[in-house]
């Protein structure tokens, strides 16, 4: 074996052990695990998106709870007022929440850095009276009940099926982004955020890839948003709070920006650490929390991916040390 | 190939930890075992409506109360299990309500959601507590709904006197008594406070709705309700209505106090009329702005002096001193707590030596219960299999420096036909 065949091997390998863990854990797990764990997809899908627009196009978006909210409705509403199955409303909720982030993309174009961060936190504001609004269509402040969906497999609680759903339809988004970003579109969005007036002068058009990148990130989010409303089974205003988008930013950045696998690391951290920091001390959970997040970023400033990094070299070299040890045994 | 070794053998430990784990659940009732009876619900301890904190801390205290103590069978607690009761915060919001309703019922296999509190949160979760068929019972709302949609939420039931009634009781007192009042209403804008102007419209009956002149509504995050209160003075109303939680029924009083608008009449629902909030209404208006406010009520007083000498009076605030020592026993929310945990108890007791879900459903509809000591003389606490309506007596009471005044007799609002 060479060590590039070696390299594609151990990688398909954790691929592989990923997966298997995904496939296999719900059945170890506490139910309600389980429904946490098909948190941590949800999260997964949305900061995936997030990362599209802010790690590879450097747009900064702290109202991504929105496009989740959007999703989230598209799915209430077709399932409860249109009796769309539920299942079926998450593409469309993709689509619809997609085709909003393209618009919203449009305006935006005018801004950037601080500014179009203050306008996208106007989007997180806004959709929570917005929503509350239109009651008759949203159902206000009371929101909207959906069906808990019964697993269709006998031997599955509904919760390891929410975990399946989500992981399943985690996976498909994850293998769509990184098909995505490692080609031609990957590196035109990277161009925009690294070098605009090159990537302009050498005939790309910023206005086309800076809406492209919200557009994907609100499909992402709208997917994310589907798939919540379905594990939740309600939707109100205030299950998309200001906080929410802020969350999901910090979980892009700890996972580190510009990395897809980072993600993984960076949903486990937004659904495991603010409930756990609320469990060491229930009187202020916010404080433990912080504390934590600036020891994460303190610690690896660069995101759970930028740490692999750093730390790739020294594992490359214990790979070779192995690899020439073992080259050597079978030589001799 | 040591990787792969590696790698195999991580997967079938994780195999043999799953299988482990398939093998681990039962199917015994959940939340019931020999020693124990895990109950659970969701109460407000923060935000806008966390005045209502003190209800699950008075369960709570009577649940112990009940552990400590040998019952009829003489066993400790009820046939010999101990009562556990957990309570989250939810923070008056349904979205938190939807979470921690799910750890409750998934994570710590509570038996039954007994008291959680509110009618937006509650309903969140209706839908989810009667798929997966875990009593949600004597839920801290009086909307109108717990009792009257159990063909399709058969495991759901409130517990006190619904608001439809007790509003359609001010509204036949204002027919026979202030025939000409101009009536307005300042309420929540939510399904709490749409229900008791339902109620008011039905006890004012067609011939007298025209007389409501003004309704203006807040959202319960509001921080003021100065815009509404003007409104409702220049609409030249006298006799005031007050629909809303605690803390925007004080904030209505102060700011009526601070433009010096008194109403020649007005009327506080049962759950903000409290001695307790209308005492911090007074502290913050003046005694004379809150003064011959008039309102309901179907439990004892603890701010009364009058109750001294009664035997609940006495078990509560011996409870109280107990097991609550820091809490204030004057706050009549305690005591709410108390008397709900007490229906629970009986319930409990009633659904037989091994409590099942059903059994627990069957023993809270087939209640006819007189002893409830923290309940009014006559109160009775009654149910039937399409009677989901426990509690529906009630007194009117007029506010006066610090004390209620019962006037009227105890009056039966339970819907027709039950």
């Known amino acids: 074996m060479t060590p590039r065949l070696a390299s594609v091997a151990v990688r398909a390998a954790a691929v592989a052990a990923v997966a298997a863990l995904v496939v296999l854990l719900p059945h170890a797990f506490d139910d309600f695990l389980n429904y946490r764990f098909a948190f941590v997809g949800i999260y997964f899908i949305a900061i995936i998106g997030l990362n599209v627009l802010t790690g590879y196009n450097g747009q900064i978006s702290l109202g991504h709870g929105a496009f989740l909210a959007f999703g989230a409705y598209t799915t209430a509403i077709l399932s409860t007022n249109y009796g769309v199955g539920e299942y079926w409303t998450i593409p469309i909720a993709g689509v619809v929440t997609g085709l909003f982030g393209l618009a919203f993309g449009l305006p935006a174009l005018r801004l950037s850095g601080v500014y179009l961060a203050l306008a996208t936190f106007g989007l997180a504001v806004s959709i929570v009276l917005v929503a509350k609004r239109f009651e008759g269509f949203t159902g206000g402040g009371g929101g909207k009940t959906l069906t808990l969906p019964s697993s269709p497999f006998g031997a599955l609680s509904t919760n390891e099926w929410l975990s399946y759903l989500t992981w399943g339809v985690a996976g498909l988004m994850f293998v769509a982004a990184w098909l995505l970003t490692r080609g031609r579109l990957g590196r035109s969005l990277r161009a925009v955020r690294e070098a605009p007036i090159a990537a302009v002068s050498s005939g790309l058009s910023l206005a086309r890839y800076k809406t492209l990148a919200f557009g994907i990130a609100a499909a992402y989010a709208g997917v994310a948003g589907s798939l919540l409303a379905i594990a939740v089974a309600y939707v109100n205003p205030d299950t998309f709070p200001v906080s929410l988008s802020i969350l999901l930013l910090t979980g892009a950045v700890l996972g580190g920006l510009g990395s897809l696998e980072g993600m993984l690391f960076g949903a486990l951290f937004i659904e495991f650490v603010p409930k756990w920091a609320e469990s060491i001390d229930n009187r202020a959970p916010s404080v433990i929390y912080g504390l934590i997040l600036l020891g994460a970023l303190f610690v690896i400033p660069s995101g759970a991916s930028g740490l692999l990094q750093r730390l790739a070299p020294s594992l490359k070299s214990a790979g070779e040390r192995l690899y020439s040890r073992h080259n050597s045994r079978v030589q001799a | ?418």
């Open chain 2, 1 to 418: 190939m040591r990787r792969v070794l590696l790698a195999a053998g991580a997967v079938a430990a994780v195999a043999g930890v799953a299988i482990a784990g398939a093998f681990a659940r039962t199917a015994a009732t959940p939340g019931v075992t020999s020693r124990l009876v895990t109950i659970g619900g969701t109460f407000p301890l923060s935000g806008p409506a966390s005045s209502y904190a003190p209800i699950p801390v008075g369960m709570k205290a009577y649940f112990s109360y009940v552990n400590a103590r040998k019952g009829p069978d003489g066993l400790r607690g009820v046939g010999g299990r101990q009562i556990v009761f957990k309570y989250y915060d939810d923070g008056y919001n349904p979205a938190n309500t939807v979470q921690r309703t799910r750890q409750l019922v998934e994570q710590d296999h509570v038996f039954a959601l007994v008291g959680g509190l509110g009618t937006e949160p509650q309903e969140a979760v209706v839908a989810y507590a009667n798929q997966q068929k875990v009593p949600q019972i004597y839920v801290s709302s009086g909307a109108t709904e717990w009792g009257a949609n159990h063909d399709k939420y058969p495991w759901t039931i409130g517990w006190q006197p619904d608001y439809q009634a007790e509003a359609a009781l001010y509204g036949r007192y204002i027919v026979s008594n202030l025939p000409n009042a101009k009536i307005g209403v300042i309420y929540q804008n939510d399904s709490y406070g749409k229900d008791y102007i339902a109620g008011l419209e039905a006890g004012l009956g067609p011939a007298h709705k025209s007389q409501i002149v003004a309704t203006r509504g807040f959202e319960v995050t509001d921080t003021s309700v100065l815009s509404q209160v003007i409104d409702l003075r220049k609409a030249g109303v006298d006799t005031l209505m007050i629909f809303g939680t605690p803390s925007p029924t004080i904030r209505t009083y102060a700011t009526m106090a601070k433009i010096g608008w008194k109403p020649a009449n007005i009327f506080v629902n049962s759950v903000s009329g409290t001695a307790t909030f209308l005492g911090i209404a007074t502290s913050l208006a003046g005694a004379a702005e809150v003064n011959d406010s008039i309102t309901t009520y179907y439990t004892k007083d603890p701010a009364n002096p009058a109750w001294d000498n009664d035997a609940g009076m006495k078990l509560y605030r011996q409870i109280m001193a107990k097991y609550v020592p820091s809490g204030d026993a004057k706050n009549g929310l305690y005591l709410y707590g108390m008397a709900k945990a007490y229906t629970f108890v009986q319930a409990l007791r009633a659904a037989g030596k091994n409590p099942t879900r059903e059994s627990l459903m069957n023993a809270v509809l087939n209640m006819n219960d007189k002893t409830n000591p923290f309940l009014l003389p006559g109160v009775v606490t009654k149910t039937g299999k399409n009677d989901y309506f426990p509690i529906s007596q009630q007194r009117l009471l007029r506010w006066n420096n610090g004390l209620f005044t019962p006037f009227g007799s105890l009056v039966d609002t339970r819907p027709k036909g039950l």
